[in-house]
């Protein structure tokens, strides 16, 4: 009877270690996903700063583009109006049509 009685607990003791070792190895997986997603979030918000600044800059160089346009343009009016004023130039009145 004490045998049996010890050959049970045996049984016992060997199935609650096989599932302390389950329990560790899940464990461990759940914590090595966490650090994969922690590593896989940290990368994500630096590439997110990284767009934003890029953007940013992006943002200003077009500014200055369209500022150094507006600026080409209107050099260009006061050019054409001072060579019109000297009479340079003479200014076509008629449609694109009538000049053919």
Do not use: C, F, Y
């Amino acid at each position: 009877m004490a045998e049996a009685q010890l050959e049970l607990n045996l049984r016992e003791v060997q199935r609650l270690q096989d599932e302390v070792v389950e329990l560790r190895a899940q464990h461990l997986a759940g914590a090595d996903e966490r650090m994969k997603v922690q590593a896989l979030q940290e990368v994500t918000e630096s590439s997110r700063e990284d767009l934003r600044i890029l953007a940013e800059q992006l943002k200003a160089q077009v500014e200055e583009l369209n500022r150094r346009h507006v600026d080409e343009i209107l050099r260009s009016r006061e050019r054409e109006e001072a060579l019109v004023r000297s009479g340079t130039v003479k200014l076509r009145l008629e449609p694109a049509w009538l000049r053919r």
